[in-house]
């Protein structure tokens, strides 16, 4: 049944039960993928005692809380049975003694209440802790890790874009000797991440006095192969006949990359820009291998960094954890179909 | 990436003037004029090179800079990574250090039995090994099934599938340390998991510090953030299958299974490969979201290679430069061979 389900292809109008099973395997797969992002959303709104709280609910909630005349502090509000059976709403005045809360009606402060703890029940409202996001920005440098990251993505996304389009241009528009071994060695390299080669390349980054600097992040991985392989195979496909005829009528080799070769590949370029974006904004071992200054973190080695100093302190983990998921959200839901469709066009990361 | 799996007609397909109605015509029109304004300020600096060496050299200009970078950065690291796995001691200057042969690679491949790694001196080394393996067989094997079934259903004729198409997808944006922190949250002794079980009359499991739990997650998680990525993939190989094959079939009186096991899965085969090769390759390298994640625990049941060579060279309080350098040639070898294979496949494809 499975087997059969799962083999019916587009357009075949079959049983009903494929469809319910169709929509059910949707319905399980989004609670799955998005379920997580909608919980971690949710927590990061809770109070440090209502995460604690086991059971979790899915709406941050917390104690309403009263100002009561007299008082400086708001105090907590509890629905409490009374003796006779009536029920009331009260605040508490400091810590249970025993068994025994001590309350205040908030309507005739003067006079104190003493109830059995078993009788009352806290007042719950949805109420946003937001405090979860403005304390530990302090600590959490979010703008400054924010715009280390924006610089990063961009210049590392532009430097990235010019050469390799330039040295895509080069090998798939010219005959020179060398051209076939510079290719063979990238076409070699595809493959290797700068996972493999840490040491050397931290000793490179050392060498040049590129420690703790954010070039030192941007420049390493600017000649992707994968880019060049992606741009020349594009590139391949403009007729040389546009090149010949702009070369008569005068143009140099520099006009004909700028005015003829980059608008013609736009659609390749945009797909590279896209996985650039993607690989700069989320990279993460390289630099936290390069980066050690707070100052100079990116978004993602921030966190990391965080997490390390408020290991127990999730309310703020999780705020923060939003923070940063939040500017690539907004980019992908502006340009969703456009990254879908770029992506699975050319199956490249 | 096999030359055919790049057809010009295939990326042409992108709709090109979705850039021009997300961005308002003042502002690309500022930005074109820019950009002119930029590569004409070049010419003043290419037009007398060209002029000195000749319009053929100018091939060279053009790859220079991207060499350039390459050589610097990827290059010569990997000719200095074979100088430190043969030399010794924790000074970073080449000329510091000593040479010491194959000391390193002998120190990392001594081993009484290899298939027990309490049996080696480096046995975090041997347990990573077979941790990586363990990892790559089956988040490859989980995650291949699960695109092709997903992208078998987003295929169908369905409502809304953009929508769940960006559904399946979303996670691939997030960073592996976001999605460490996700499931961190979710799994934790006191999380929505636990709750979950409770509410289920289940005893509450300490997932991450379970060795089995830990390994499942760690699989789990890293399918999940991935998995979109193949599922958009293989869905494009499946709309590039032509439906008149099915119509065809249908008049011959293929069953469904038919029309999969002889339409579907021999045209998505090349497909199909470069899926797995590219998830092979990452799987690999697994290491940013496991070491939010168990951060390699419990003990080392989920240390990986990458996470060995990162903490034997950077971490430790002793940097071991040389054995993590003769570990990345370990790698670099492992990933070369999955490489080669793929472009041996990809040849083969091609051919055919």
């Known amino acids: 049944m499975i087997a059969r389900y799962l083999t019916r292809t587009q357009g075949n109008q079959g049983p009903a039960l494929a469809d319910v099973l169709t929509y059910a395997y949707l319905a399980f797969g989004t ?7 909608v919980w971690l959303l949710f927590s990061s709104f809770k109070t440090e005692s209502a995460l604690d709280r086991f059971p979790n609910r899915l709406l941050p909630y917390s104690q309403v809380m009263v100002q009561v005349e007299g008082r400086d502090e708001p105090l907590p509000l509890y629905e409490v049975i009374m003796e006779d059976g009536t029920v009331k709403q009260l605040v508490q005045f400091g810590r249970p003694m025993g068994n025994q809360a001590r309350m205040i009606d908030p309507s ?41 990251s924006l610089f990063v993505t961009i210049v590392a996304t532009f430097i990235t874009l010019t050469i390799n389009s330039m040295a895509a241009f080069a090998l798939s528009k ?33 060498e040049l006095n590129m420690n703790n600097s954010l070039w030192g992040v941007i420049i390493p991985g600017a000649a992707t192969p994968t880019g060049v392989f992606l741009l020349r195979q594009y590139m391949l496909t403009i007729p040389d006949e546009l090149i010949d005829s702009a ?6 080799e520099w006009r004909i990359y700028w005015q003829i070769i980059l608008p013609l590949a736009r659609p390749a370029l945009a797909v590279l820009a896209i996985f650039s974006v993607m690989w700069r904004w989320n990279d993460f071992l390289w630099p936290l291998i390069v980066l050690s200054e707070n100052e100079v973190f990116t978004l993602q080695i921030g966190l990391n960094s965080f997490r390390g100093q408020h290991d127990t302190q999730w309310h703020y983990i999780l705020a923060m954890t939003v923070l940063t998921l939040l500017p690539i959200t907004v980019v992908f839901a502006f340009l969703q179909r456009f990254i879908t469709t770029g992506i699975a066009t050319t199956g490249m990361k | 990436m096999a030359q055919a799996e790049f057809g010009h007609d295939r990326i042409e397909s992108t709709p090109p003037d979705e850039q021009q109605n997300t961005r308002p015509n003042a502002v690309s029109r500022f930005l074109s004029k820019i950009f002119e304004h930029v590569m004409n300020a070049f010419e003043l600096i290419f037009g007398p090179i060209q002029r000195v060496i ?4 100018m091939a060279y200009v053009f790859v220079v800079p991207n060499l350039l970078v390459f050589a610097v950065f990827v290059l010569l690291p990997m000719i200095l990574n074979f100088y430190y796995a043969f030399t010794g001691g924790t000074r970073i200057f080449p000329a510091d250090r000593t040479f010491v042969g194959t000391e390193n690679f002998e120190l990392l491949f001594d081993c009484g039995n290899y298939l027990q790694p309490n049996t080696c001196t480096e046995d975090i080394f041997w347990r990573a090994i077979y941790n990586t393996i363990f990892f790559v067989t ?28 960006s559904v399946f997808f979303y996670p691939v944006l997030l960073s592996p340390i976001v999605v460490g922190l996700i499931w961190r949250w979710l799994l934790d002794r006191d999380g929505l998991l636990n709750a979950a079980l409770i509410g289920f009359g289940v005893e509450p499991i300490t997932f991450l510090s379970e060795v089995n739990w830990a390994r499942f997650w760690i699989v789990f998680v890293s399918i999940w953030a991935q998995m979109g990525f193949y599922t958009l993939i293989l869905l494009a190989g499946l709309q590039a299958i032509p439906k008149e094959l099915y119509e065809a079939g249908e008049i011959d009186g293929t069953n469904n299974w038919h029309a999969f096991r002889f ?21 690999v390298q697994v290491f940013d979201q496991v070491f939010v994640l168990t951060g390699g625990g419990p003990g080392s049941a989920t240390r990986y290679m990458v996470q060995y060579i990162y903490e034997t060279g950077f971490a430790g309080s002793t940097r071991i430069f040389g054995l993590a350098a003769a570990a990345s040639v370990v790698l670099g070898i492992t990933l070369f061979i999955l490489t080669m294979l793929q472009l041996y496949v990809g040849r083969r494809n091609e051919a055919t």
Request: aromatic share 12%; glycine share 4%; net charge positive.
């Open chain 1, 31 to 37: 609670l799955i993928m998005f379920g997580p992002i």
């Open chain 1, 108 to 148: 005739n402060p003067e006079a104190f209440i003493d109830v059995d703890i078993d009788r009352r029940r806290p007042i719950n409202e949805v109420s946003f802790a937001w405090r979860n996001y403005t304390e530990p920005l302090t600590q959490f440098n979010f703008l400054r890790y924010f715009s280390n």
């Open chain 1, 174 to 206: 010219y005959r020179f000797p060398g051209r076939d071994v510079i290719f063979i060695i990238i076409i070699a390299t595809l493959m290797i991440p700068i996972s493999v080669i840490l040491v050397p390349a931290f000793l490179v980054i050392t």
């Open chain 1, 247 to 252: 070369r008569i009528d005068g143009a140099t």
């Open chain 2, 54 to 57: 000749g319009i053929r050299n």
């Open chain 2, 138 to 165: 089956f988040q490859v094997t989980g995650m291949v099934v699960l695109s092709l079934i997903t992208a078998l259903i987003l295929n169908r004729k369905i409502k809304w599938r953009g929508f769940f198409r």
């Open chain 2, 263 to 283: 339409i579907t899965l021999p045209l998505l085969m090349p497909t199909m490969f470069v899926v797995i090769i590219l998830a092979l390759i990452r799987a």
